[in-house]
């Protein structure tokens, strides 16, 4: 249970400049962006600081990028009157969090987050032993406790970063949140709830100390829940020496495991720009029924009257993203006996990505005739999510100590 309500519905999530989005971005972000919009309070960044981390040598594209991002985000149904959209470097305050979360945070935990060897491994023709890379995981969580979200929006090989945040938070409650007679706060905390509640608070604090156990916690969270003669300040005391901690000045996030679609590339691999087998959501028609015409099919069918077999192609990872339940069962029982060719099988393909795509592009069109527009919107969601931001490094710095 999270003791701060406003934000439990509160989700952050962010995209890196570094290129044209194409469907990969549409079907595993932005659709999941589009839903959430209407259920949660969202705030939505360009992560350009982030694209710094591998490209700090290729910055000329970036500036064009950004503006390129924040219109296709628009273009494809993000509202800027449902959620914020913002430039991540023109919010100072990710930095100053992130300095400020550096001086506790153990270098072995950023070594520790899987994708920092799995990048350099990856990307080995880039030097990456650089700070801005070892730290970037960190910034990530700075970006994300700055606003203080309940919830990320995260593949499963991303619950690691949300997990390095939650500790980073973790530790910083526990350092920070403390004041020099907390203790004995809580203490008399707990005797304003009654004899019978104090004894099984202190029954599942201990058990959740000691072993850890989550139900506990939660359970413990319901009794305060349920007291009506203490105060919120009594309240959340009680939460914070649950925990082992003080006050909760940083939540903890959770990972919002998204139910989203691996879109499969013109090669069969994941779409990706690094494997050049993307379709943008800018193409325009032609090129795209080019791009899918010439896509490789089941080796096995090396004349038209060959049977083939549907699982072993490429196209038909895109029939089960964009045809009917009747286009499949034709695709199938096609396939494999030989009742239509490869170039038939592609062709519902094509219209249906077309279909996805036209409005798109005409929508992409109208903002860029009116950029003006689009600047007043980032220029809003930069204005709130810096007031966000500053309340939060206000209670950092007096957490700290920094407050003059």
């Given amino acids: 249970m999270n003791p701060h309500p406003l934000q439990d519905k509160r989700v952050l999530s962010g995209m890196r400049p570094t290129g044209a989005l194409h469907l990969g971005h549409l079907h595993g972000v932005l659709y999941n962006w589009i839903k959430l919009q209407h259920t949660h309070e969202c705030f939505f960044f360009v992560a350009d600081w982030h694209a710094l981390t591998t490209e700090y040598d290729n910055t ?37 969090l992130h300095l400020l979360l550096s001086m506790i945070t153990p270098l072995g935990w950023l070594e520790r987050v899987p994708t920092y060897k799995d990048q350099q491994e990856k990307l080995k023709e880039k030097d990456l032993a650089t700070y801005g890379f070892l730290g970037y995981p960190l910034l990530q969580s700075a970006d994300i406790l700055v606003y203080k979200a309940s919830h990320v929006p995260v593949g499963e090989d991303q619950v690691a970063h949300v997990e390095l945040t939650r500790e980073v938070a973790r530790r910083f409650n526990f350092l920070y949140g403390k004041a020099p007679d907390f203790e004995e706060k809580a203490k008399l905390a707990i005797a304003k709830i009654g004899k019978k509640n104090a004894k099984l608070y202190r029954q599942y604090r201990k058990r959740y100390r000691e072993q850890g156990d989550q139900e506990s916690l939660e359970v413990a969270h319901a009794l305060l ?29 959770q990972p919002l495991l998204a139910k989203t679609l691996k879109m499969t590339g013109l090669d069969g691999q994941k779409m990706s720009k690094s494997y050049r087998n993307t ?56 396939c494999r006996s030989a009742g239509i060719g490869c170039i038939e099988c592609k062709q519902p393909v094509i219209d249906a990505v077309e279909s ?39 209670d950092v710095k007096e957490a700290i100590g920094l407050s003059f």
């Fill in 60 to 96: 000329r594209g970036i500036s064009q990028s950004v503006m390129d991002m924040v219109v296709d985000w628009l273009a494809v149904g993000v509202n800027p009157s449902a959620a914020t959209l913002f430039i991540q470097s023109r919010i100072p305050e990710h930095a100053e």
């Fill in 225 to 253: 829940e349920s007291q009506q003669n203490i105060s919120i300040s009594d309240r959340e005391c009680l939460f914070g020496y649950m925990r082992g901690e003080g006050k909760t000045i940083l939540p903890e996030p």
């Fill in 279 to 334: 379709i943008s959501l800018r193409e325009e028609a032609a090129v795209t029924e080019k791009k899918i015409r010439t896509m490789p099919t089941d080796p096995a069918r090396v004349k038209r009257t060959d049977a083939g077999d549907p699982e072993k192609c490429p196209v038909w990872q895109l029939h089960k993203t964009y045809s009917s339940a009747e286009v499949k069962r034709w695709v199938q029982e096609g």
């Fill in 356 to 394: 996805e795509l036209k409005p798109i592009r005409e929508r992409v069109r109208e903002y860029q005739d009116d950029t003006s527009t689009v600047q007043g919107i980032i220029k809003e969601g930069c204005d709130k999510a810096r007031d966000v931001a500053r309340d939060t490094l206000k």
